[in-house]
């Protein structure tokens, strides 16, 4: 007995109507942004080998992931995320490109989300990879770009503010706590959680007093410029010096494009995704709840496949997106320009008529009524303007 044939599984949804228009639009001015900045499309498979997300500079964890098999039993599973995919393409197909090599992608991301969170484990993902450079202006092209899709994503309706961080103060930290792999997740979980409780048990029963009293505050290091002189009073050494110098100069120059009301300054925001190992950046739409957009830098995982540069990107949610848009403005299906009757023995030159009308840009219905009352009742539904009589003559009614 069929129990599940009218229901979709849980994490996925049936997307209809006019928030496939509203997804349409997106997905169109994000090509047309990244294309007119130089990057070339790529699509990855959407079945990858599971070793692909087991690199020693990230990894996903197996509940997270959708796996089956191949013919040969091994272990496949549906992509959870772009960047490693691309860092395997990149590594192999596209090793002799010149670089800096611009990418980017508009693809389908499949991960299990925490069933209370409302998360869809089904997203449709659009982002822009830059790989091959470590300078200081790729880092400021990714965040101004950025910038420019929020703009673009906002649709003129809902206001987007980002954040930006750094890696690189965590991971320093970490390092000089000597925590292994499995204390320093716990504790990234709960400073990305920001657990205070938890957070202070777990470092308490750590070595280092100072480094434990940095890493308790740096869930707590979140606001404008203030926040890097607070940082340096924390803890300093020479390399947490140079991020935060590093950063504050981006934050500067970044403040000048989008304004310091939107602009923010979080060092507790340590990505899940552990392969980032500088600048990260996070990018929030008005009436949604969770970041719209992320990525930093990553200028270790491409090495993990056999090439190392460096590399910068991001990831945007289209469907967060488009439902933003949908809450804050009325979106309608653009109904037909002309809807087609054709006279018994003229439906082949319907069909020509209307092929005409589509060439010179006009949306065009051929009916499927018998009667001419029918067609025309269904253009009043439908606000169709008018009706084209095909028979001997062509005519148009309204």
Do not use: W
Request: with cysteine; glycine share 8%.
């Amino acid at each position: 007995m069929r129990k599940y044939d009218l229901i979709t599984p849980e994490g996925t949804k049936d997307i209809l109507l006019e928030e496939c228009l509203v997804r349409r639009e997106i997905e169109q001015t994000l090509h047309e942004l990244f294309q007119h900045k130089g990057y070339s499309e790529l699509r990855t498979p959407g079945l990858e080998f599971f070793d692909v997300f087991q690199s020693e500079s990230g990894h996903y964890p197996q509940e997270r992931l959708y796996k089956l098999t191949d013919s040969k039993g091994r272990l496949l599973v549906l992509r959870p995320e772009s960047t490693m995919p691309i860092a395997r393409v990149a590594a192999t197909r596209l090793r002799d490109a010149s670089l800096p090599l611009r990418l980017y992608y508009d693809q389908t991301v499949y991960r299990f989300e925490p069933a209370l969170k409302g998360r869809s484990d089904e997203i449709t993902q659009m982002g822009i990879e830059l790989l091959g450079s470590a300078s200081y202006l790729a880092d400021v092209e990714m965040v101004t770009t950025a910038i420019e899709a929020l703009e673009l994503c906002s649709g003129g309706t809902a206001s987007f503010s980002l954040e930006l961080g750094d890696a690189g103060v965590f991971k320093e930290l970490m390092r000089e706590l000597h925590a292994t792999p499995e204390e320093r997740e716990n504790i990234r979980y709960l400073i990305e959680t920001k657990n205070y409780p938890a957070l202070n048990d777990v470092l308490d029963t750590m070595g280092d007093a100072k480094i434990a009293h940095a890493l308790k505050k740096l869930p707590a290091l979140f606001g404008g410029e203030e926040v890097f002189e607070k940082a340096s009073q924390l803890y300093s050494n020479q390399r947490i010096d140079e991020i935060l110098m590093e950063l504050r100069k981006l934050y500067q120059d970044i403040s000048k494009v989008i304004g310091n009301g939107r602009l923010t300054v979080d060092l507790g925001m340590v990505n899940n995704a552990d392969y980032y190992t500088g600048v990260i950046i996070k990018g929030y739409l008005e009436g949604y709840g969770e970041e719209v957009l992320s990525g930093g830098r990553y200028n270790k995982l491409l090495s993990d496949f056999g090439y190392d540069i460096p590399a910068i990107g991001f990831g945007l949610n289209v469907d967060a997106a488009a439902n933003v848009q949908l809450k804050n403005q009325k979106v309608q299906l653009h109904p037909a320009d002309a809807v087609i009757y054709a006279a018994q023995g003229y439906e082949m030159k319907a069909v020509q008529v209307s092929k005409a009308l589509r060439e010179q840009g006009q949306i065009v219905e051929l009916s499927c009524f018998d009667t001419l009352d029918l067609v025309r009742e269904y253009a009043r539904e439908k606000q169709i303007g008018r009706v084209v009589i095909v028979d001997e003559e062509i005519t148009e009614v309204q």
